[in-house]
């Protein structure tokens, strides 16, 4: 089931320490900001400090604009204590525990990153992204998403059950869609796959 979520129903929310907002692009069933399954949004950084905890879950963040910012992490799960991602790149993006101490270090002026949570006993997570206009192919998983930084996007499926175009900075849905496989042709692209772990 392919659905196509324009940005006016995307939603604004508070950040959980209180020190900024969050544009929810999408989230889990019934999901609150204090307990979901998964989460997909968008954050300006505009300021070093730490982020909010979310023991439980996994995150992904991808820089979407600005130049850049370094996330130091640490926390009993660390190995030498701490370690630390440095995001220079557009589309560049660090995987790490919501449970850890990490604290963002913007490297020249404010950012945004497009920001994405699971719960970590639920789903296994992959995330492709890509600057350059092409096209890629992609096993679908469980839930599947694909939003773009700019132009139009194509999506089709080898079954043809999926034949679409969307406008930037729309974001794609594609649930219970596992054991296909998706068409994606684009530029600057973000997917993600969530697959329900046993």
Same mark, same amino acid.
């Given at each position: 089931?392919?659905?196509i979520i324009a940005p006016? #129903?995307?939603?604004?929310? /508070?950040?959980?320490n209180g020190k900024g907002t969050t544009t929810e692009l999408a989230i889990s069933d019934g999901g609150t900001l204090e307990d979901f399954d998964w989460r997909l949004s968008i954050a300006s950084v505009i300021e070093n400090g730490e982020f909010s905890d979310f023991s439980g879950y996994l995150r992904n963040l991808i820089l979407i604009e600005g130049n850049g910012i370094d996330l130091q992490h640490s926390g009993d799960k660390i190995e030498n204590g701490t370690v630390t +991602?440095?995001? =220079? =790149?557009p589309l560049s993006f660090a995987t790490f525990d919501g449970g850890c101490r990490t604290v963002g270090r913007l490297h020249d *002026? /404010?950012?945004? +990153?497009? @920001?994405?949570? $699971?719960?970590s006993e639920k789903y296994q997570c992959y995330v492709d992204t890509w600057l350059d206009r092409q096209t890629r192919q992609q096993d679908l998983r469980t839930l599947n998403f694909v939003f773009s930084l700019s132009g139009e996007t194509q999506l089709s499926s080898i079954d043809n059950a999926i034949d679409a $175009?969307? !406008? =930037?900075?729309?974001?794609?849905?594609? %649930? %219970? #869609? %596992? *054991?296909?496989?998706? #068409?994606? #042709?684009? &530029? @600057?692209?973000?997917?993600?796959?969530? @697959? &329900?772990? !046993?």
């Open positions: 089931m392919l659905k006016q #129903s995307f939603k604004l929310i /508070p950040w959980k +991602d440095r995001l =220079t =790149t *002026g /404010p950012i945004k +990153d497009l @920001n994405l949570m $699971t719960r $175009t969307f !406008p =930037t900075r729309h974001l794609a849905c594609i %649930e %219970e #869609s %596992e *054991g296909s496989q998706l #068409s994606i #042709s684009g &530029e @600057n692209l973000v997917y993600i796959g969530l @697959n &329900e772990l !046993p």
